[in-house]
């Protein structure tokens, strides 16, 4: 099967960025979606404009019984589940010693558990019927270590682990990890240190817009069953990194 016309695609973080831009994506290329993120009146609003075939829940990707209710209403309003979007993600960025304890147990939550617990909700299903596909969302710092990104970079390169090693078990699930350099998102809003902050203001001069992770995505998506495109990397043609 060939492209994503009539498949039912789940996409977390859909409220903003990448992931609302994925979901515009998708809905154009014909894709059945439903939706979630923390920011309801968002997504319900996305809904109503795209029409019957994105429908919505409000999501807590830390909490697994919030994820596993998240698949069982996609279930329920679209009979299956055909692949999952794991974009949901956060960065406040700061120096290690700045101890930020709380702000590191943060990105580990939703950017590592937030990823396994969208996998279990959807596993199950994807290998009673023999087929599946989980894209998980990382960066360009699942491959690379900058001062102030330590925890944040550790979270992404947990990412790729996640997402290999699930391809590894499975030989009829397809697993992709989209790799986005600097993309112009609210990504990064809630970093704390005021210097940090600046300087991404600095980097984010050069910097795609969402849609290009989106096509990335679609990409990733419209392959034949037999074929698992595993990793891609965007970046900006102008960036140095």
Known sequence: ?????????????ASSGIGEAAVRELAQAGARLFIGARRGDRLE?????????????ELDVTDAASFDAFAAAA?????????LVNNAGVMPLSPLAA?????WKRMIDVNIHGVLNGIAAVLPDF?????GHIVNVASIAAHMVMPTAAVYCASKYAVWAITDGLRQEHDNIRATIISPGVVATELGHDITDQGVAA???EWRRKSLTPDAIARAIRFALEQ???VDINEIIVRPTAAGM
């Open 1 to 13: 099967m060939t492209g994503v016309t009539d498949k039912t695609v789940l996409i977390t973080g």
């Open 45 to 57: 609003a996305m809904a109503q404009e795209l029409g019957s075939q994105v429908a919505w829940q």
């Open 75 to 83: 279930r329920a309003r679209f009979g299956r589940i055909d692949a």
């Open 99 to 103: 101890l930020k304890r709380d702000e």
């Open 127 to 131: 290998v009673a019927q023999g087929s």
């Open 199 to 201: 300087a991404l203001q």
């Open 224 to 226: 034949p069953d037999g």
